[in-house]
């Protein structure tokens, strides 16, 4: 099964919502779409579903043009991060439901239900009521309903984002092999890099409307293409500064350091130069060698890790790091940057040069 979207795009009240897309989506891995809010991630999901109209464009499902076939001929199943279920049925009525508008034998009926509950650990609960369940256990009917369709295509529109912490690591682990071996197009859409990370397959990246790279997640996440790709790609927030290229030094206000590996073969001249949080510490290690001074603004723990927001210059950044750290709120502390983790990026935003990470 393959998903190919070419050139489609969407109008809101005369403005364009969707820029032109082209994207072809295989089976065998899950499709990511990564964008933060109102980046365009549900429009897309629903335009591909047959939700929403198109303005421009067409849409291929196995080479067949479905532009213009309603959502229920395209065979295609959408898990929204609201627990869609019908609140009067059954749990296994809810799995069954689309299964039973096709007017599939009820033997067949069974057994796809009963398959897809021993999946989602839901057989103890197929008599119960939706208002009955916890929210992980009424998202996992949706996916129970979305997988015994054996559906063309399975869009999940954020589909972990209402679920406590813990249930949402259990599900995102889960997600990958209950659909591995399906034959069905997966298209998963996500405000959180690391979920895509986890994820693995595929990723677009998403801003205003329009995917700004595509590619294998692994591959898009160390070879961003632009500082924008790098910027959606990033939690906390890439930190980027303005440097200077010139002879074998990379100047950065008051600070400079060696130009080494792919930087030496910058042209003198002005960029962006971006590197993540986590290449950043408070204390010097083997790499992170480039001495900085930043002024503290707020610090936060979680779990293992330590997080600080400083002011250097004109510029707002964030250190990441294992670990407990004394940072004092309000005061300066030294920070260490490790050179070789560091992008360029031209004055359009195009990347230069970077090692990959």
Same mark, same amino acid.
């Given at each position: 099964?393959? =998903? ?9 009240? +005369? ?34 579903? &047959? =939700? ?10 196995? +080479?067949?043009? @479905? ?20 609140? *009067? ?45 916890? +929210? ?19 869009? /999940? ?39 895509? /990370?986890? =994820? ?9 409307? @329009?995917?700004?790279?595509? &590619? ?23 930190? @980027? ?15 400079? #350091? ?58 707002? #950044?964030?250190?990441?790091? *294992? ?25 359009? +935003? ?8």
């Amino acid at each position: 099964m393959s =998903l190919h979207v070419k050139n489609i795009t969407k109008h809101v009240a +005369g403005q364009v919502h969707i820029k032109p897309t082209t994207l072809e989506l295989e089976t065998g891995h899950f499709n990511v779409l990564l964008g933060q809010t109102g980046a365009g991630k549900t429009s897309l999901i629903k335009m591909m579903a &047959g =939700l929403d109209p198109i303005a421009d464009g067409q849409i291929f499902m196995d +080479g067949q043009d @479905v532009t213009a076939l309603s959502t229920q001929k395209r065979n295609i199943s959408l898990v929204h991060q609201f627990f869609v279920n019908y609140a *009067h049925m059954s749990v296994y009525d809810n799995i069954a439901s689309p299964l039973k508008v096709a007017g599939m034998a009820k033997s067949e009926i069974q057994g796809r239900v009963e398959e897809a509950a021993d999946i989602l650990q839901l057989r103890p609960m197929l008599n119960r009521r939706p208002h009955e369940l916890s +929210g992980g256990q009424q998202q996992r009917t949706a996916l129970a309903r979305a997988i015994a369709k054996e559906s063309r295509a399975v869009f /999940l529109d954020e589909p972990l984002a209402n679920l406590d912490y813990k249930l949402r690591e259990e599900l995102r682990e889960q997600l990958p092999e209950l659909f591995k071996g399906r034959g069905a197009v997966v298209v998963y859409a996500t405000s959180e890099p690391e979920e895509a /990370l986890l =994820l693995g397959g595929y990723t677009g990246l998403m801003d205003d409307g @329009v995917v700004t790279q595509f &590619g294998p997640t692994a591959e898009i996440y160390r070879r961003p293409g632009s500082l924008l790709a790098a910027s959606v790609f990033s939690d906390p927030p890439i930190n @980027v500064a303005k440097v200077v290229k010139q002879g074998d030094r990379i100047i950065m206000g008051q600070v400079s #350091w060696d130009a080494t590996g792919a930087a030496q073969t910058l042209s003198d001249g002005e960029y962006a130069m971006a590197v993540r949080p986590h290449h950043v510490t408070p204390v010097p290690t083997d790499v992170n060698i480039v001495a900085l001074n930043g002024h503290v603004l707020v610090t936060e723990l979680s779990g293992s890790e330590s997080s600080a927001h400083f002011q250097m210059a004109d510029d707002a #950044w964030v250190s990441l790091s *294992h670990g407990v750290h004394p940072y004092e709120t309000g005061e300066d502390h030294p920070f260490y940057l490790d050179p070789t983790a560091c992008f360029y990026f031209a004055p359009d +935003g195009t990347r230069v040069t970077g090692e990959t990470l």
